[in-house]
């Protein structure tokens, strides 16, 4: 692994031998699977802290925190660090809104969230079991007597996209076009196309909020139009931030776990037999594969001097806020190479603290229901031995596909 980058047009306050190349860069593309050696090879190679030229969206630097302990304390710490702008979209096009809640810190982060937790809870969610068994039910019927199929397509994005799509009541026939925006977004390296898709996705919440201005409905859109903090309406920035927080959330998230998670069963003949012979253990497995598999990074912008890591982010610095480093950091977790059923681990897979995700009870729902139903419904399956399995790194690391046989 060549971990040095060229020494060039760094800060003062940057030290020459904290300059590193960093495989996990928005556009960046493996054919191996990252989680296997990469992860652990930066947790062997790199400091706990150190700086990448062209790791932030847009190809320019900022530092890069691998150790659970410091990437939890980032996330607590809204004094040193502000969430405003850590996925920059808002700035590409020249807008002013920031995501909802994720972009917000506190105070206004906390009225968000007082918002909007009560329509994530278990209870709140409760009447969503149907439609998300039946969704799953509907998608395992279509593809399970074929002996052989791309997992991710015939089941890891229709699934939760079907059903976020729903919550924001938008049409099911545009999900492959909505996906195709998700992978611009989040995916893409080229600026020009983030642009565009940024510009796409709010085109298209700004019609929909007229029309349901005029039409108002049941929907996650509707419930921002009315929704009121004290005495006062949301703005349109604040639904724009909303309904972009869960279009970027709602449609990569789950899917990319998913992937992950089949992925890894497929890998495991003896694991998929212990989860099949005793479906107790289910809970505790997607537990342990979230934390393995966490796949996310976001960035925080320091607004006050502070040291970690013997490090010191000065005001302006960007800080990369890596899940997949935290929750595979073996200062924390033991083996952590290993997935292991009964770990029972809390990791970062859907961040921490204040910034803990806020739909993070509907994808473990959605996670646990397709594991139940698939290894009822599917014989044991196993990775396609021919097949070429690309992943994408960056800001999710997600593989292009999954292709699984059985039978």
Request: net charge negative; with cysteine; hydrophobic share 40%.
């Given at each position: 692994?060549?971990?040095?980058?060229?020494?060039?047009?760094?800060?003062?306050?940057?030290?020459?031998?904290?300059?590193?190349t960093?495989?996990?860069?928005?556009?960046?593309?493996?054919?191996?699977?990252?989680?296997?050696?990469?992860?652990?090879?930066?947790?062997?190679?790199?400091?706990?802290?150190?700086?990448?030229?062209?790791?932030?969206?847009?190809?320019?630097?900022?530092?890069?925190?691998r150790?659970?302990?410091?990437?939890?304390?980032?996330y607590?710490?809204?004094?040193?660090?502000?969430?405003?702008?850590?996925?920059?979209?808002?700035?590409?096009?020249?807008?002013?809104?920031?995501?909802?809640p994720?972009?917000?810190?506190?105070?206004?982060?906390?009225?968000?969230?007082?918002?909007?937790?009560?329509?994530?809870?278990?209870?709140?969610?409760?009447?969503?079991?149907?439609?998300?068994?039946?969704?799953?039910?509907?998608?395992?019927d279509?593809?399970?007597?074929?002996?052989?199929?791309?997992?991710?397509?015939?089941?890891?994005?229709?699934?939760?996209?079907?059903?976020?799509?729903?919550?924001l009541?938008?049409?099911?026939?545009?999900?492959?076009?909505?996906?195709?925006?998700?992978?611009m977004?989040?995916?893409?390296?080229?600026?020009?196309?983030?642009?565009?898709?940024t510009?796409?996705?709010?085109?298209l919440?700004?019609?929909?909020?007229?029309?349901?201005?005029?039409?108002?409905?049941?929907?996650?859109?509707?419930?921002?139009?009315n929704?009121?903090?004290?005495?006062?309406?949301?703005?349109?920035?604040?639904?724009?931030?909303?309904?972009?927080?869960?279009?970027?959330g709602?449609?990569?998230?789950?899917?990319?776990n998913?992937?992950?998670?089949?992925?890894?069963?497929?890998?495991?003949?003896?694991?998929?037999?212990?989860l099949?012979?005793?479906?107790?253990?289910?809970p505790?497995?997607?537990?342990?594969?979230?934390?393995?598999?966490s796949?996310?990074?976001?960035?925080?912008?320091?607004i006050?001097?502070?040291?970690?890591?013997?490090?010191?982010?000065?005001v302006?610095?960007?800080?990369?806020?890596?899940?997949?480093?935290?929750?595979?950091?073996?200062?924390?977790?033991?083996?952590p190479?290993?997935?292991?059923?009964d770990?029972?681990a809390?990791?970062?897979?859907?961040?921490?603290?204040?910034?803990?995700?806020?739909?993070?009870?509907?994808?473990?729902?959605e996670?646990?229901?397709?594991?139940?139903?698939?290894?009822?419904?599917?014989?044991?399956?196993?990775?396609d031995?021919?097949?070429?399995?690309?992943?994408?790194?960056?800001?999710?690391?997600?593989?292009?596909?999954?292709?699984?046989?059985?039978?």
């Amino acid at each position: 692994m060549n971990i040095h980058a060229p020494v060039t047009q760094i800060p003062s306050h940057v030290p020459p031998d904290l300059v590193r190349t960093f495989p996990l860069t928005l556009g960046s593309l493996t054919s191996s699977d990252p989680y296997k050696r990469m992860i652990h090879d930066i947790h062997r190679c790199y400091p706990p802290v150190f700086w990448v030229p062209d790791v932030y969206p847009g190809g320019t630097p900022a530092w890069v925190v691998r150790r659970f302990s410091d990437l939890r304390a980032i996330y607590a710490d809204d004094v040193h660090f502000s969430v405003k702008g850590f996925a920059p979209f808002a700035m590409f096009i020249g807008d002013s809104w920031d995501l909802v809640p994720a972009g917000a810190d506190a105070p206004t982060h906390d009225q968000y969230r007082a918002l909007l937790n009560p329509l994530f809870t278990p209870v709140a969610l409760k009447k969503l079991e149907t439609k998300v068994a039946e969704v799953a039910q509907h998608l395992i019927d279509g593809f399970k007597n074929k002996g052989a199929a791309d997992f991710r397509e015939v089941f890891a994005v229709p699934f939760p996209v079907s059903i976020v799509l729903d919550l924001l009541d938008l049409p099911q026939e545009r999900m492959a076009e909505f996906m195709l925006w998700e992978h611009m977004l989040l995916h893409d390296m080229n600026i020009e196309n983030i642009k565009q898709a940024t510009r796409n996705v709010v085109g298209l919440f700004r019609e929909v909020m007229k029309e349901r201005r005029a039409n108002p409905g049941d929907d996650l859109v509707s419930f921002a139009l009315n929704a009121k903090i004290g005495d006062r309406g949301l703005t349109d920035d604040e639904v724009i931030g909303f309904c972009f927080n869960l279009f970027i959330g709602g449609l990569d998230t789950v899917t990319t776990n998913l992937c992950w998670q089949y992925r890894y069963l497929a890998e495991h003949p003896e694991q998929q037999a212990k989860l099949r012979a005793n479906p107790a253990l289910i809970p505790d497995a997607i537990q342990e594969m979230l934390r393995y598999y966490s796949p996310a990074s976001t960035f925080r912008t320091v607004i006050k001097e502070i040291e970690m890591g013997g490090v010191t982010f000065k005001v302006g610095d960007k800080v990369m806020v890596c899940t997949t480093l935290g929750s595979n950091d073996p200062e924390q977790f033991e083996n952590p190479e290993e997935v292991r059923f009964d770990r029972r681990a809390t990791s970062l897979a859907f961040g921490s603290g204040i910034h803990h995700c806020l739909g993070h009870h509907l994808a473990r729902r959605e996670l646990t229901v397709a594991m139940q139903k698939l290894l009822a419904e599917l014989p044991p399956f196993r990775l396609d031995p021919q097949a070429e399995i690309l992943t994408d790194l960056g800001g999710v690391i997600q593989p292009r596909s999954v292709p699984l046989i059985w039978g």
